[in-house]
Each structure stands twice: as structure tokens, then as C-alpha cells.
């Protein structure tokens, strides 16, 4: 937990925010600023900066990560037409939030 984190707060319920999935590592939310017709998030709950900051112990939370992306992109319909899945590292690869989170994008007409 970092007191000045936004998705860290989210993990907490400080900021309400409604879970398309969710259990005990990680949560999956909506994109507040969608760059696409669906645009999710999935996020760990383990505060983790980026994807520099990632160790040898979160080998089980990363697979978990796209394990997840798979489901929810079966979920949201989008399996089939396709979508990205993608980090933004440190500022320079356009992070924002420094809390590790796996963008899903996809949806866009045929
Ligand atoms: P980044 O550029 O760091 O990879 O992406 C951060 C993403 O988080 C952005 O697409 C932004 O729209 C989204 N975001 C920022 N704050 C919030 C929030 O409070 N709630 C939700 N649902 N998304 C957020
Ligand atoms: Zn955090």
C-alpha cells in the first residue's frame, strides 16, 4: 500500500469503484478515460511501481495478470474480433499511474 496511490486506494474501497472481477490479488475496473470501446484495467492489488520494479516473486501475479486479460476479453465479446493487451513503462512509454496495471483495448468496428 502507498498512501499517495491511486489504484492502491482502489484496492482498499477508498475510492469506489465498480470490480468486472476481482479476488484476492488482483481487480479488474474500467477505464475511467477509455481509449477504446473496451478498455479495461487489471490490475495487482501488491503495490508495485512498473514493470521495472517487477522480481522473482511476482513471476505467479504476471501470468495471473494475462491469465485474467484472457477471461475478460471472452467476457467483454472481444475475443474473437482481437485486442491489445499492453504496460506503459515509466514516463517515457506514457505511465501515468505508477502502479502496475495491464491495459486491455479492443472493440472497434469491423
Ligand atoms: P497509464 O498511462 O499509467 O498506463 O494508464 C493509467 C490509466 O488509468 C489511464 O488510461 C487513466 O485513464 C486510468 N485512470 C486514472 N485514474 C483512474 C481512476 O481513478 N479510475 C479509473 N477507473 N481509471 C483511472
Ligand atoms: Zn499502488
Aim: glycine fraction near 6%.
Amino acid at each position: 500500500m502507498n498512501d499517495d496511490c491511486i489504484f492502491c486506494k482502489i484496492a482498499i474501497g477508498e475510492i469506489p469503484t465498480d470490480f468486472l472481477y476481482e479476488n484476492e490479488r488482483l481487480m479488474v475496473f474500467r477505464d475511467i478515460n477509455p481509449h477504446a470501446p473496451v478498455h479495461l484495467l487489471i490490475v495487482p492489488k501488491k503495490h508495485i511501481r512498473s514493470v521495472n520494479d517487477l522480481t522473482e516473486a511476482d513471476h505467479e501475479i504476471l501470468s495471473e495478470l494475462i491469465m485474467v486479460a484472457k477471461e475478460m476479453a471472452k467476457a467483454e465479446s472481444v475475443s474473437e474480433s482481437g485486442y491489445r493487451l499492453f504496460f506503459n513503462v515509466e514516463r517515457g512509454g506514457g505511465q501515468v499511474i505508477f502502479h502496475l496495471h495491464l491495459h486491455l483495448i479492443g472493440g472497434w468496428k469491423k
